[in-house]
């Protein structure tokens, strides 16, 4: 299938859904604290899209109870909200979408609860450090694998390694689109298959991992973590490539 290539009119409808992604993803980091549940969390989230004139795109996605994706330490994303207490010293990924006139924005961020160690701080920046390096590397012409290997490389320079089989994607009509963009490059030729190209847009969303990034999900069916046990991280932005460059959609 094609990839899209989307006019001016409708990146701003994406841009418009998008805004609203980031405008929650704000007010959501601005309640986090020791004490607040992830249902909480979650019931502001469905409020603040709601009173946007947006509908909360992720419930009953797939069958997704909740929101927002609330990943607690271990859990690196597709976390369900519960009755969980945050405490000090938690890591919690907070991962939205939105659907506003029929088009969709997708963007996630982790946050620290309270004071948070020094190694969770620079984990949570490697997440957030890939992203904004891919967006600025990210040019038309270049091969979606060769952004997969430039992220892959810059997470491994990190000293951490990307969560196998999930990935980013575009983005539209549909919450989820044809590219998948793996944080790794699949195969061993990064300049080959889908060239990247004006008006396209998509979502990149670097998923951390410490050791071992082979997926393993829980019970729930739906919290994902590491094969390694240990905390990840997660960073997303929607973004829309204008004038031959990224420009990020999901900011207030």
Request: glycine share 12%; with cysteine; charged share 25%.
């Amino acid at each position: 299938m094609a990839i899209p290539i989307r006019k001016v009119a409708e990146i701003e409808k994406l841009r418009r859904a998008s805004k609203i992604v980031g405008k929650t993803l704000n007010h959501l980091k601005a309640q986090i604290k020791p004490g607040i549940t992830l249902k909480e969390l979650d019931t502001m989230c469905e409020e603040m899209i709601r009173s946007c004139g947006a509908i909360p795109s992720f419930k009953g996605l797939y069958g997704f109870s909740g929101s927002v994706c609330t990943s607690v330490n271990e859990v690196i994303i597709h976390g369900i909200p519960t009755d969980y207490k945050l405490q000090e010293g938690d890591i919690v990924g907070l991962d939205i979408g939105t659907q506003l006139d029929g088009w969709y924005g997708d963007g996630a961020i982790t946050c620290g609860v309270g004071d948070i160690s020094s190694a969770d701080k620079r984990l949570i920046a490697c997440a957030k450090d890939a992203l904004y390096f891919a967006i600025d590397h990210i040019k038309t012409g270049m091969h979606f694998k060769e952004l997969s290997a430039m992220l892959e490389q810059f997470i491994l320079e990190y000293g951490y390694v990307p969560l196998r089989g999930f990935c980013g994607h575009g983005i539209g009509r549909k919450p989820h689109e044809e590219p998948e963009i793996p944080n790794y490059l699949e195969g061993e030729k990064a300049k080959q298959g889908d060239k990247i190209k004006e008006g396209m847009v998509f979502c990149i969303e670097p998923m951390i991992c410490q050791k071992d990034g082979a997926p393993v999900i829980l019970e729930d069916k739906w919290s994902v973590v590491a094969a390694d046990g240990l905390r990840g991280s997660h960073y997303e932005h929607t973004i829309a490539i204008v004038n031959g460059k990224a420009e990020i959609l999901s900011v207030e």
